[in-house]
Every structure is written in structure tokens, then in C-alpha cells.
């Protein structure tokens, strides 16, 4: 739900690149702390979890940032 809708309102801000970089990192920290939340309630987080939720996070907003102002 949480990717559903940043995604949504990624797309709505087309018009406006700083919009969609607030989208952008207000849906990757949602992502993170959605999936912490997630393994601490099932009693499987670790540290390794976390570390991927944050790589995946930083990894999917350097893609879409070089997309969204290459030259």
C-alpha cells in the first residue's frame, strides 16, 4: 500500500521535480520503516533486515533521482 501510493503520487506531481524527490524519500522512509515494523512484530528483525531495507531504499531513490534529473 505504502509503494502504491507514492507511486500514485509520484505520477500526480509529473509537473514538478521537487515534488516527486519529497514523494520520492517520504516513500523510501515509509518503506523502511513499514518493513522494520513488520519483522519486529513477526520477532525476525535483525540487523541484516534493516541494512537491506535502508540498501533497497537507497538504491531505488539514486535510480529514480539520476533518472528524474539526468542532463
Known sequence: LVLEVGLGAFLYFGF???YQVVVLFMTSLMYVFWGIIHH???EDLHYKVIF???LM?????VV???LLFRA
Do not use: I, M, Q, R
Request: glycine share 6%.
Open 16 to 18: 514538478n521535480p521537487g
Open 40 to 42: 519486529w512484530l513477526c
Open 52 to 54: 537491506e531495507y535502508l
Open 57 to 61: 531504499a537507497l538504491l531505488v531513490d
Open 64 to 66: 529514480l533521482l539520476s
